[in-house]
T-cell receptor, first 116, second 114 residues
């Protein structure tokens, strides 16, 4: 149980285009989801926290107009990278909170974004 | 604000030897602490977590960690390393003051040699 499905796993897009990444909790309700970014050989950096039905809270230094996060339902959160540039190339990972259940978190398998 | 420090970005052990990965935390309130493992180009898998119950936490794959408040530590150990343990390990902390978002350490790359 407690599976989070993240799609796509890999995406290559042209500079200037937008890319949407989906994160679905398959068998539980995720009231809170977190989005992370991971550069090669580095740790995960929190980008934003999204609560179902409300606006996402972005970490300092993360452009909210560039990284659009939507959490319209208890099972789906999306991250859209708008007007992508090569420096946006990274590994993006979502995480759903199960705090009310067992203080745990379930992670998606990640999305490797390459902007060319 | 909470944070974790992982001492040693790379740790190398022989197969069958003790694994010890160090993690120290900083938190203004009682923290929740986690250890995750990540294989290349994959997401994170939970090894174990501390949520203010027993201070010695047993996880999957033979790993365990002990919460020591006096030392603000949560070191990860495994008695005997296996080749399949080679991966990246992350210690993480969450607390109520930060909306329970996980804050990760920089990670420790574990190499297991034959």
């Amino acid at each position: 149980g407690a599976v989070v499905s993240q799609h796509p796993s890999r995406v290559i897009c042209k500079s200037g285009t937008s890319v949407k990444i989906e994160c679905r909790s398959l068998d539980f309700q995720a009231t809170t989801m977190f989005w992370y970014r991971q550069f090669p050989k580095q740790s995960l950096m929190l980008m934003a926290t999204s609560n179902e039905g409300s606006k996402a809270t972005y970490e300092q230094g993360v452009e909210k107009d560039k990284f659009l996060i939507n959490h319209a339902s208890l099972t789906l959160s999306t991250l859209t990278v708008t007007s992508a540039h090569p420096e946006d190339s990274s590994f993006y990972i979502c995480s759903a909170s199960r705090r009310q259940v067992d203080y745990g978190y379930t992670f998606g398998s990640g999305t490797r974004l390459t902007v060319v | 604000a909470q944070s974790v420090t992982q001492l040693g970005s790379h740790v190398s052990v022989s197969e069958g030897a003790l694994v010890l990965l160090r993690c120290n935390y900083s938190s203004s309130v009682p923290p929740y602490l986690f250890w995750y493992v990540q294989y290349p180009n994959q997401g994170l898998q939970l090894l174990l977590k501390y949520t203010s119950a027993a201070t010695l936490v047993k996880g999957i794959n033979g790993f365990e960690a002990e919460f020591k408040k006096s030392e603000t530590s949560f070191h990860l150990t495994k008695p005997s390393a296996h080749m399949s343990d080679a991966a990246e390990y992350f210690c993480a902390v969450s607390e109520s003051n930060s909306g329970y978002a996980l804050n990760f350490g920089k990670g420790t790359s574990l190499l297991v040699t034959p």
